[in-house]
Structures are given as C-alpha cells and as structure tokens.
C-alpha cells in the first residue's frame, strides 16, 4: 500500500514553521501520512519506521544556505542503516530570503545523497519568505502549491515547485526590517544594539 513518512528536520522542530508546512501537506495529501520530528535521540526508531512506508517526505528550513545540522546527523544514520526498500525522497523547503532559489543548494545536497544512497529522488517545493509568508495574506500561495506537491507525489508524477510573496525585494526588506525592529523593541533592544557585531 502506497503512504508517506512525513520527517520535520527543522532544529525546533515541535515549534517549527516546517510543523505548519506538514501539517498543510497531510490535510491535501491522498496517502495515508505519518509525522515525526526528528531529533537526536530517536534516529534508529524512525530509521526502522521508514521501512513502513513507500514515500519519505523531508520538512526542513534552510540554515546557512544549506541543510540543517539536525538533518544532516540523520542522514548519516540513514546511510548506515538503509530499509531493505527504499521509499521515494520528496523535499519541502523553507527559507527566510524572498528568492525560493536561495534553497538550491540544499535541495542539490538532497539529491546528492539519494544517488549515492539509492533512493528515488521524487518532488521538491522550495519556499521563499518562508519566516514570514504564514503570518500574511500571501499564506494561500503557499497552501496552494503544497496541495500541488502532495498530488505530484500521490500520483507520483514527480515535479519541482517554488512560491514566495508577490511583493518587490525593496518592499521585503522594508517590511523585514521592521518586523526585527519591533522584535528587538519588545526584548528591550534597540536598533542599533541589534546592529552591533558585539556579541554577549
């Protein structure tokens, strides 16, 4: 029976943006769907639970233009401990720059590992704005394309899907800088505290 494991890799995992995006994924998905949040104690249990499943979805945010530190341990436990059959990899990443591009790199690293290690690799859907499109009238862009990424690998017709908000860079990064003025404010920083390169 075809279904989906569903791994937030995010390092914040129970209180994660990537949280959202599987939970928006699972409402659309036609597969049956499990989630896990991976963390740095329970790396052999999921690796023996993926057996279970003939799709893999990895939920991750960008860090440092590349894959999170909390994936990056998990793959290499992965690698050790492969399932006799291997399920399909899809990728749903997310990061804080406007260009859904800026994810590239990662999503590069993803299939690196597949090919290396045997899998299929299936969809990708990168996000830009990925902190902050949730919290705006934009979320719908969103949703719509992860309803689009869990058709793709329902019927697995796999794709590479990309979304971001319809707004300038300039208008981005005005807004940008605003919400992390406030931000500081209420944390009793100011700008130019949060501007230092003086670290405590």
Same mark, same amino acid.
């Given at each position: 029976? @075809?279904?989906?494991?569903?791994?937030?890799a995010?390092?914040?995992?129970?209180? *994660?943006? *990537?949280?959202?995006? $599987? %939970?928006?994924?699972?409402? +659309?998905?036609?597969?049956?769907?499990?989630?896990?949040?991976?963390?740095?104690?329970?790396?052999?249990?999921?690796?023996?639970?993926?057996? %279970? =499943? *003939? %799709?893999?979805? &990895?939920?991750?945010?960008?860090?440092?233009?590349?894959?999170?530190?909390t994936?990056?341990? =998990?793959?290499?436990?992965?690698?050790?401990?492969?399932?006799?059959?291997?399920?399909?990899?899809?990728?749903?990443?997310?990061?804080g720059? !406007?260009?859904? @591009?800026?994810?590239?790199? $990662?999503?590069?690293?993803?299939?690196? =590992?597949?090919?290396q290690?045997?899998y299929?690799?299936?969809?990708?859907?990168?996000?830009? #704005?990925?902190?902050?499109?949730?919290?705006?009238?934009?979320? &719908? =862009?969103?949703?719509?394309?992860?309803?689009?990424?869990?058709? #793709?690998?329902?019927?697995?017709?796999?794709?590479?899907?990309?979304? /971001?908000?319809?707004?300038?860079?300039k208008? &981005?990064?005005?807004?940008?800088? #605003? +919400?992390? !003025?406030? +931000?500081?404010?209420?944390?009793?920083?100011?700008?130019?505290?949060? %501007? /230092?390169?003086?670290?405590?």
């Open positions: 029976m @075809e279904n989906i494991i569903i791994l937030n995010s390092p914040r995992a129970p209180k *994660s943006n *990537s949280k959202t995006y $599987a %939970q928006i994924f699972q409402k +659309y998905s036609k597969l049956p769907t499990e989630y896990f949040n991976i963390n740095k104690l329970n790396h052999m249990e999921i690796c023996n639970k993926i057996k %279970q =499943f *003939s %799709q893999l979805l &990895f939920v991750f945010p960008l860090y440092a233009d590349s894959i999170p530190v994936l990056l341990n =998990f793959l290499k436990t992965l690698e050790n401990n492969p399932p006799k059959n291997k399920p399909v990899i899809s990728v749903l990443i997310n990061c720059f !406007i260009e859904p @591009e800026q994810n590239d790199t $990662a999503v590069k690293i993803m299939k690196i =590992f597949c090919k290690n045997g299929v690799f299936g969809s990708v859907l990168k996000i830009g #704005s990925g902190e902050a499109i949730l919290e705006t009238p934009f979320r &719908f =862009f969103v949703s719509r394309k992860i309803k689009k990424l869990a058709d #793709s690998v329902s019927k697995k017709k796999f794709c590479e899907l990309k979304v /971001t908000m319809p707004i300038t860079k208008a &981005f990064l005005k807004a940008s800088e #605003s +919400y992390w !003025i406030n +931000y500081g404010r209420k944390n009793g920083l100011s700008k130019e505290e949060m %501007q /230092t390169l003086k670290i405590e």
